[in-house]
């Protein structure tokens, strides 16, 4: 409430002359919150960005890096030592709950949202955006170990699993580094997308960073939220490789050699996600994210199906699955 009243006394100073109320907009994964602020004529989007939890510095500066190519909210005012930001609004509807209400509408709102991410990795970031190197590809990767297995599966990793899964996380780095690099969103799926005109407005680009071409696009098309056909996804994939070579960006120049890519990418980026769902919910109390870990479980085992020199994490996965079922039964060995 201290945090909430701070901020109704900012909103106040910024319109000293009008009224104004204040109703929660959405939450985010992280320790930001927004309100929609209704004025006499216009409505606000109010970020509470309380330090030292958050920084809203990268916010706006990515906001004024990407303003001139994609739909982005304006920065109206800042109080940036509190946390504050004053933003314009692109509105309430959602990419997935257009998805969700309308899924015959995918194939354009795909179409809008491709063009966006070819737009944003066409920009040349400047030099002090963060590298997605190999230190923070790994940091990711270790969440995983450390919240899916140990705190929500409840299972220590023999010497032998140990072995496997560094093996597993060698070689995919491995692939992830070698993938050109261009701007990264880091969060471009379609709970950060917004259905606007123009399309698409585009939220929460506040971790953006220099990384894997592939990157967005498995976000996007492997979205832990919903879930689409293998069908579609290879189709939107193509259209984007297609669409990403005309332009010129430095996709690998066979498509069976970018979705290999794609799908490398999708396994560092799903092996993260359920390491990240799990500290939402252990460490934060976010129990709702455990219920998406399914959708994003079946993204990794199908990838490591696909790929022979994953077939040892495969087999782990399994094993840890087993072990995690016979626990819940209450077997002993």
């Known amino acids: 409430m201290k945090r909430l009243q701070l901020l109704e006394n900012w909103i106040a100073q910024q319109f000293p002359e009008k009224s104004f109320t204040l109703q929660p907009a959405s939450a985010d994964a992280s320790f930001r919150r927004y309100y929609r602020v209704t004025l006499d004529d216009e409505t606000l989007i109010a970020m509470d960005a309380p330090p030292p939890q958050e920084d809203c510095a990268p916010f706006v500066q990515v906001a004024q890096l990407l303003a001139e190519t994609v739909h982005v909210p304006v920065v109206c005012a800042s109080d940036?030592?509190?946390?504050?930001?004053?933003?314009?609004?692109?509105?309430?509807?959602?990419?997935?709950?257009?998805?969700?209400?309308?899924?015959?509408?995918?194939?354009?709102?795909?179409?809008?949202?491709?063009?966006?991410?070819?737009?944003?990795q066409?920009?040349?970031?400047?030099?002090?955006?963060?590298?997605?190197?190999?230190?923070?590809?790994?940091?990711?990767?270790?969440?995983?170990?450390?919240?899916?297995?140990?705190?929500h599966l409840q299972i220590d990793l023999t010497a032998n699993q140990k072995a496997v899964l560094e093996q597993t996380f060698v070689r995919i780095l491995q692939n992830n580094l070698s993938q050109p690099r261009v701007f990264v969103h880091r969060d471009y799926h379609s709970r950060n997308l917004m259905v606007t005109t123009p399309n698409p407005g585009i939220l929460d680009f506040q971790d953006a960073v220099l990384g894997p071409i592939t990157y967005d696009l498995v976000s996007l098309l492997k979205d832990a939220y919903i879930r689409w056909d293998e069908a579609d996804i290879l189709d939107?994939?193509?259209?984007?490789?297609?669409?990403?070579?005309?332009?010129?960006?430095?996709?690998?120049?066979?498509?069976?050699?970018?979705?290999?890519?794609?799908e490398w990418m999708g396994v560092q980026r799903h092996i993260k996600v359920l390491g990240i769902f799990a500290r939402l919910a252990y460490r934060d109390g976010k129990l709702a994210y455990l219920g998406d870990m399914l959708l994003v479980m079946t993204y990794l085992r199908k990838a490591c199906e696909r790929y022979q020199e994953l077939r040892p994490f495969l087999n782990l996965l399994n094993e840890l699955d087993n072990n995690a079922s016979e626990q819940r039964v209450g077997y002993t060995f």
């Open 122 to 151: 066409l920009i040349m970031p400047p030099d002090g955006l963060p590298v997605y190197d190999e230190n923070l590809l790994r940091y990711e990767l270790n969440l995983f170990p450390e919240w899916y297995i140990a705190r």
């Open 80 to 120: 940036m030592q509190r946390g504050f930001l004053l933003l314009s609004d692109l509105g309430d509807l959602t990419y997935l709950q257009a998805l969700t209400d309308r899924p015959e509408n995918a194939r354009g709102l795909y179409a809008d949202a491709t063009k966006a991410l070819i737009d944003m």
């Open 236 to 262: 939107w994939s193509i259209r984007y490789w297609e669409g990403a070579r005309r332009a010129g960006l430095p996709v690998s120049s066979d498509f069976g050699d970018f979705y290999r890519d794609f």
